[in-house]
């Protein structure tokens, strides 16, 4: 059995895993939410409070969350096919959001209601069985909370994760209404209408907390630089490799990623050695990393006296523009009596000088120091 052969089926393995593991949360989300609504609409009822019937129906959102979670997951772990030949983990990104505004519209909703009942407040009834009820939604939420967290840090699952979120804000929520009926009831002060919107203020930055770390991923976010540190180090530790740079990597979901990075060699090796030197290193990146790689070779010249000495130069420019800007990619294109000046610059997006200032400011110095050449100035953004 082959390396591909291997990872694919280890694969295979780990989305089965973890399917049945966020198929387990869901089904128990399900049974749990219903169940809590179903005696926090009585504890409403018997007490006549309006945060308790909000805490309510946001349970049976919650419910609505996990049967989100489930079907996330079930079309996740589909395997690639022709139109998705990357699989279908993003699926599970946008169970996630899903999520997220569905505790939104209930936060919105809650919010509606409690100020309602400020406007027009009525008494809340107190009664020990709508306190008990409280308290054992408390510590259900406190189980599914520490649950959820668990699998989904177990399993790398944003959706997961944002349930444990919705956990424990209804903690939370549930804690404040139960407060407020304590205090309601030994003080002429009603505080339903005040804890519900509270409540619902809470779970509108839960909201919006959980919305945020999905919609990244699904937009494409920066990989992190640990990362991009560790194989960088990995790639330059092979012999005949220079240097390391624009080292991209894009997220699928889980298990599956492209990553392509560009890789300076020396320019005497033979087209043939630096195929099978691709082929080693990009092998070697499929299995340590579980991705797709794509290597693009960048040719240096190490014996070439002129280009060392206008790099030297063009480096000294660079760095008067300021430190934070760095180059890589340089090389002295010699082709039918003209020469090339050719260089990326790597800038960070924040950056106090626009790139076309920094492009022009450079163009500027390398006409002055270095005439009748031609200049291929590339700017990229980190």
Do not use: W
């Not at 794509?294 to 280009?307: G, L």
Request: charged share 20%.
């Amino acid at each position: 059995m082959t390396v591909e052969s291997n990872k694919t089926n280890d694969n295979n393995s780990i989305q089965e895993y973890r399917k049945k593991q966020g198929e387990k949360c869901g089904y128990l989300g399900i049974v749990l939410n219903i169940l809590l609504f179903a005696v926090k609409l009585i504890a409403s009822v018997i007490s006549h409070s309006i945060s308790i019937l909000a805490d309510a129906f946001n349970n049976l959102s919650d419910a609505g969350s996990s049967i989100i979670t489930i079907v996330g997951f079930k079309l996740s772990s589909k395997k690639p096919d022709r139109e998705h030949p990357f699989g279908h983990g993003r699926f599970e990104y946008v169970a996630g959001l899903a999520v997220a505004f569905i505790i939104f519209a209930m936060a919105v909703e809650l919010f509606r209601s409690s100020v309602d009942k400020i406007i027009h407040p009525k008494e809340t009834m107190f009664d020990y069985t709508v306190c008990i009820i409280l308290v054992v939604s408390i510590l259900t939420k406190l189980f599914m909370y520490f649950y959820n967290r668990k699998i989904g840090r177990r399993i790398s699952s944003p959706v997961l994760l944002n349930n444990a979120k919705d956990s424990i804000s209804d903690v939370i929520s549930t804690s404040v209404v139960f407060i407020s009926l304590f205090i309601s009831h030994f003080s002429d002060f009603q505080l339903d209408g005040y804890a519900g919107a509270a409540v619902a203020i809470f779970i509108f930055i839960q909201a919006y907390e959980a919305a945020r770390d999905t919609i990244s991923p699904l937009l494409g976010e920066a990989p992190d630089p640990v990362l991009i540190k560790e194989i960088s180090q990995t790639v330059l530790s092979y012999p005949c490799v220079l240097g390391v740079h624009d080292v991209v990597i894009h997220n699928y979901g889980y298990g599956s990623h492209m990553m392509s990075l560009h890789v300076n060699v020396i320019s005497n090796m033979s087209l043939i050695e630096a195929h099978d030197l691709t082929d080693e290193i990009e092998k070697y990146l499929d299995e340590k990393y579980s991705c797709t790689s794509v290597i693009h070779i960048d040719p240096i010249d190490m014996n070439d006296i002129e280009a060392d000495e206008i790099i030297n130069k063009i480096s000294l420019m660079i760095s008067n523009i300021g430190p934070e800007i760095t180059y890589h990619d340089f090389r002295l294109i010699k082709k039918d009596e003209k020469k090339i000046i050719s260089i990326d610059l790597a800038v960070p997006f924040k950056y106090k000088m626009s790139n076309e200032k920094i492009h022009a400011s450079i163009t500027k110095s390398c006409n002055e120091e270095f005439p009748g050449y031609k200049l291929d100035i590339t700017i990229d953004n980190y």
